[in-house]
Nanobody, 124 residues
Framework: QVQLVESGGGLVQAGGSLRLSCAAS????????MGWFRQAAGKEREFVAA????????YYADSVKGRFTISRDNAENTMYLQMDSLKPEDTAVYSC?????????????????WGQGTQVTVSS
């Protein structure tokens, strides 16, 4: 069983930065691809970024490419999302997820474990 706990969300002005963390329990974190998703009020869950099992590969949604950076520390069982140049449209609940594979996947159904989420609010 893998348990995921997000932290680092909050309120920030447009143009600011936040760093989200996803702490994972369980021995199998290092063998799984991981991802970040977000869901704004009244909208469907949206893929944000993903990273493969060893951090050697990453993939981003077009909407965040060049502004967000995903990374992981397998020794600490933790994944990160550095968010820079934040925009009001980035406002959402951000959730981390652990995939059923070692390679990058981007569909929600390909992820087996989910955290509860952390709220990110960007004011204009």
């Amino acid at each position: 069983q893998v348990q995921l706990v997000e932290s680092g969300g909050g309120l920030v002005q447009a143009g600011g930065s936040l760093r989200l963390s996803c702490a994972a329990s369980g021995r199998i974190f290092s063998n799984r691809a991981m991802g970040w998703f977000r869901q704004a009020a009244g909208k469907e869950r949206e893929f944000v970024a993903a990273i493969n099992w060893n951090g050697g590969g990453t993939y981003y949604a077009d909407s965040v490419k060049g502004r967000f950076t995903i990374s992981r520390d397998n020794a600490e069982n933790t994944m990160y999302l550095q968010m820079d140049s934040l925009k009001p449209e980035d406002t959402a609940v951000y959730s981390c997820a652990a995939a059923g594979s070692t390679w990058i996947v981007i569909k929600p159904h390909e992820y087996l474990y989910w955290g509860q989420g952390t709220q990110v609010t960007v004011s204009s």
